[in-house]
């Protein structure tokens, strides 16, 4: 939680540094586009390696998603996207499992408790059908990390889970683009309407934080008022 906090203030920082600073007149999109698509495999590993690291730590895999249309063409987007959501997924999966997976065993809830007999006995239609709701919801990442589905069922049911969602972002993704290079960035009226777009854009981010936060909280081992008897208990 404090990591996401983190970052949520230091991207709004970074924003209102670039405004203020009238940093933001010297950015050129359009040449770091060019030149990531000039790099490469090269540019193409270093979207799927800050995918795998950010995604994690709590950066939305859809800031991912609808940019890589951006850069590269659909084709070539999706199969970028798609390697970097599983990518990141198996990081997730695999510090979740290596690190804690133990002591949360201990200490699961009863509701948790049947989910992961569930992952145990249907693994890969279980995390097919989480991956189609939930995509890659960094709760549930860790979720599956610390449960005892097997890793091929867990990498089977991701490859094939995230493909609905990443195809559409994709598409959704490309129209951005076209909308993007019928409206280009430098004609917009920053000068005029520069704070109002800061202040939508920090808006919008805080919603979706909330909500995302709220509905996330349902995949939570915690359940409140409910502890298993059976469970070992600690002080």
């Not at 670039?18 to 698509?37: C, I, K, N, V």
């Not at 909308?179 to 920053?190: D, K, R, V, Y």
């Amino acid at each position: 939680m404090r990591v996401r906090l983190t970052l949520v203030a230091a991207t709004i920082c970074i924003t209102v540094w670039l405004f203020a600073s009238g940093t933001y007149a010297s950015l050129d999109p359009e040449a770091m586009r060019t030149w990531l698509q000039q790099a490469g495999a090269l540019g193409g590993v270093l979207f799927i390696s800050a995918y795998c690291v950010l995604q994690p730590l709590g950066v939305r895999s859809l800031l991912f998603l609808l940019t890589a249309p951006l850069i590269w063409d659909p084709a070539t987007a999706f199969a970028l996207s798609w390697a970097g959501t599983l990518a990141a997924s198996i990081a997730a999966f695999g510090f979740a499992r290596f690190v804690a997976r133990e002591w949360v065993q201990r200490r699961l809830p009863p509701g948790i408790r049947r989910l992961d007999e569930r992952l145990t006995s249907r693994g890969l239609r279980t995390v097919l059908l989480l991956r189609l709701l939930f995509f890659t919801a960094p709760t549930l990442q860790f979720a599956l990390g610390v449960s005892r589905v097997r890793l091929g069922a867990f990498v089977t049911g991701t490859f094939f889970g995230v493909v609905p969602f990443t195809a559409l972002m994709t598409l959704l993704g490309a129209q951005i683009n076209a909308w993007l290079a019928a409206h280009p960035i430098s004609t917009w009226p920053w000068d005029r309407f520069g704070p109002l777009i800061l202040v939508t854009i920090v808006v919008i981010l805080a919603a979706a934080f909330v909500l995302i936060r709220k509905w996330q909280g349902k995949l939570s081992f915690a359940e409140s008022g409910r502890v298993n008897p059976n469970l070992e208990q600690v002080p």
